[in-house]
């Protein structure tokens, strides 16, 4: 009763169990992305949220920024005109092997660690198309 929202920054493989258990208890949840590492958890995910009305936000810190949002409007409202080609370029410094976020049993990986930006983007401005990686 004294917990007012959870945060979920658990590794990729205990993102949907641990998001499931915050809304069957009815509280709000921030969660690390990915939400959840495949299609059909996230549809769970979705489905409890919606239908017990509880919140459950992906952490896609770049999305709530003031630049974000008016590029995100500019391209939307047709003021840029129409879109035709996006290209999304991310880059750091090669994590260690041993890190988490390249454990396939985590659920980890590039696309589902720094890559799911790229798609994130893309998927905001409209219907992505990928036709090479």
Known sequence: ????????????????????AAVEAGKPVLTEKPFARNRSEAQRVAEAARSS?????E????????????AFELAHDGTIGDMHHVEVRIAMPEPDASDPRWS????????????CYGLHVMRMLGRPSIIRA
Request: aromatic share 12%; proline share 6%.
């Open 1 to 20: 009763a004294e917990v007012d929202a959870i945060y979920n920054p658990l590794a990729n493989s205990l993102h949907a169990p641990w998001n499931l």
């Open 53 to 57: 009305g509880v919140t459950v936000v």
């Open 59 to 70: 952490g896609f810190h770049y999305l709530y920024h003031p630049v974000t949002r008016r």
């Open 104 to 115: 396939f049993e985590m659920a980890g990986g590039a696309l589902m660690d720094l890559g």
